[in-house]
């Protein structure tokens, strides 16, 4: 709960305060002007009330004049009923009579919540952390409808997480984010709607698992791989076998051809400095590459410079 209540204040850190004072330019001149006069008539007349006349009359109308951002919406209420919005820009209330309730910020907002600890369909607990974005498209139903808006969206989307994860396998949330993410979307969209408030896309940013079920899920996907290996070679040698049977039917009519074979074979083997090679009984029998072994053995062994007789 700490960490949930602490992603909703930093969601909210960029919003104005409903109440906050706001000093303008347009306050101040309107402030100076008449303590400018007073101290003037009182120094004319040497009487203090024209200073405290303008001092009571710049701070009367020094609540008048207001500033709203180009992003924002001024939500005024007259004697406790709401008159309209104001803004952007200047624009003036009625001092005591006129109150600015809230400074709605009509920009995209963002905002991160998570569920933690969240059971899954096939009871597997999971930690989700997502961002939301988000916009006031009506600021006139995000003051009136609901006491703080940011705050509702935040619990809306973390209880919308839930819900939607509770019913949601383990396998469909890690393979299916995209879909989640349009479902969640849709879900918020309709708990805010009627606050004035609309969601633009919301973003999945980790599903943190066990880590017991993280290693199970890793051996799991090794066996895949290796179980994926061995089929693979198998239908290679069965593969490879089909071509010799095909190479045996042409070199069985052929000697020639088969003893051509048997000496590319001794070549590739006993080219390379120092090799061995070793030859069945039977193929020397059947191939009559006796005389072939020979002579191969004495060429390497006069490229080796050897003076050992050959074996």
């Given at each position: 709960?700490?960490?949930?209540?602490?992603?909703?204040?930093?969601?909210?850190?960029?919003?104005?305060?409903?109440?906050?004072?706001?000093?303008?330019?347009?306050?101040?001149?309107?402030?100076?002007?008449p303590v400018?006069?007073?101290?003037?008539?009182?120094?004319?007349?040497?009487?203090?009330?024209?200073?405290?006349?303008?001092?009571?009359?710049?701070?009367?109308?020094?609540?008048?004049?207001?500033?709203?951002?180009?992003?924002?919406?001024?939500?005024?209420?007259?004697?406790?009923?709401?008159?309209?919005l104001r803004?952007?820009?200047?624009?003036?209330?009625?001092?005591?009579?006129?109150?600015?309730?809230?400074?709605?910020?009509?920009?995209?907002?963002?905002?991160?919540?998570?569920?933690?600890?969240?059971?899954?369909?096939?009871?597997?607990?999971?930690?989700?952390?997502?961002?939301?974005?988000?916009?006031?498209?009506?600021?006139?139903?995000?003051?009136?409808?609901?006491?703080?808006?940011?705050?509702?969206?935040?619990?809306?989307?973390?209880?919308?997480?839930?819900?939607?994860?509770?019913?949601?396998?383990?396998?469909?949330?890690?393979?299916?984010?995209?879909?989640?993410?349009?479902?969640?979307?849709?879900?918020?969209?309709?708990?805010?709607?009627?606050?004035?408030?609309?969601?633009?896309?919301?973003?999945?940013?980790?599903?943190?698992?066990?880590?017991?079920?993280?290693?199970?899920?890793?051996?799991?996907?090794?066996?895949?791989?290796?179980?994926?290996?061995?089929?693979?070679?198998?239908?290679?040698?069965?593969?490879?076998?089909?071509?010799?049977?095909?190479?045996?039917?042409?070199?069985?009519?052929?000697?020639?051809?088969?003893?051509?074979r048997a000496?590319?074979?001794?070549?590739?083997?006993?080219?390379?400095?120092?090799?061995?090679?070793?030859?069945?009984?039977?193929?020397?029998?059947?191939?009559?590459?006796?005389?072939?072994?020979?002579?191969?053995?004495?060429?390497?062994?006069?490229?080796?410079?050897?003076?050992?007789?050959?074996?």
């Amino acid at each position: 709960m700490p960490n949930i209540q602490q992603s909703l204040i930093e969601s909210r850190s960029n919003l104005p305060a409903p109440n906050a004072p706001r000093v303008n330019v347009v306050a101040a001149a309107a402030f100076l002007a008449p303590v400018l006069l007073g101290a003037l008539s009182t120094i004319i007349t040497l009487s203090p009330v024209g200073a405290i006349l303008g001092v009571l009359l710049g701070l009367l109308l020094a609540q008048s004049p207001k500033v709203a951002r180009q992003w924002e919406r001024a939500v005024v209420l007259r004697l406790g009923k709401y008159v309209g919005l104001r803004g952007p820009g200047l624009f003036w209330i009625m001092p005591f009579v006129d109150s600015v309730s809230a400074w709605i910020d009509q920009r995209v907002i963002t905002t991160g919540f998570a569920a933690e600890e969240t059971l899954t369909s096939d009871t597997v607990p999971v930690n989700v952390d997502a961002v939301l974005f988000w916009v006031v498209y009506d600021p006139e139903k995000a003051a009136l409808e609901v006491q703080n808006y940011p705050q509702a969206v935040s619990w809306a989307a973390q209880t919308a997480l839930r819900d939607i994860i509770g019913r949601t396998s383990l396998s469909d949330l890690l393979r299916g984010r995209e879909r989640i993410e349009d479902e969640l979307q849709k879900l918020i969209d309709e708990r805010s709607n009627p606050w004035g408030v609309t969601v633009q896309s919301v973003e999945m940013r980790d599903v943190i698992i066990p880590a017991a079920l993280q290693d199970a899920m890793s051996r799991e996907a090794q066996a895949a791989r290796e179980k994926a290996a061995r089929v693979i070679l198998a239908e290679a040698e069965v593969e490879i076998a089909a071509r010799f049977a095909h190479a045996a039917e042409s070199y069985r009519d052929n000697p020639t051809a088969l003893h051509l074979r048997a000496m590319n074979m001794l070549y590739e083997g006993l080219k390379e400095k120092g090799a061995l090679m070793l030859v069945p009984s039977s193929a020397v029998e059947s191939m009559g590459m006796g005389g072939l072994i020979g002579a191969a053995a004495l060429r390497q062994q006069s490229l080796t410079g050897s003076k050992e007789a050959p074996e």
